[in-house]
Nanobody, 117 residues
């Protein structure tokens, strides 16, 4: 199975920005759908955005529209989640996976994003 590795999280003040990275060592991401998900404390994991296999974008979370964007760097075999105007409700562990939705069993460690003043 593809093991995805997330990075780039951290502590940021409200209104700040972060860029998360998603890599899959040994696999080429260019032809894969790559979804970003997050899990807030005490809540279930939710879909955020997805870069489809044809490199379109699906926005799942209404709360991130206009603030988050997904992009790819094929030369670096990396998919990014650019997060702007961060809000405390964006706090959580962010994951990427080779799906836009549905069941996935091989979640990575994720990367923690904390939005707090």
């Amino acid at each position: 199975q593809v093991q995805f590795v997330e990075s780039g999280g951290g502590l940021v003040q409200p209104g700040g920005s972060l860029r998360l990275s998603c890599a899959a060592p040994g696999f080429t991401l260019d032809s894969l759908a790559v979804g970003w998900f997050r899990q807030a404390p005490g809540k279930e994991r939710e879909r955020v955005l997805c870069s489809t296999s044809s490199h379109g974008t699906i926005e799942f979370a209404e709360s991130v529209k206009g603030r988050f964007a997904v992009s790819r760097d094929n030369a670096k075999n990396t998919v990014y989640l650019q997060m702007n105007d961060l809000k405390p409700d964006d706090t959580g562990v962010y994951y990427c996976a080779p799906i836009c939705s549905g069941r996935y069993l091989y979640w990575g460690q994720g990367t923690q994003v904390t939005v707090s003043s």
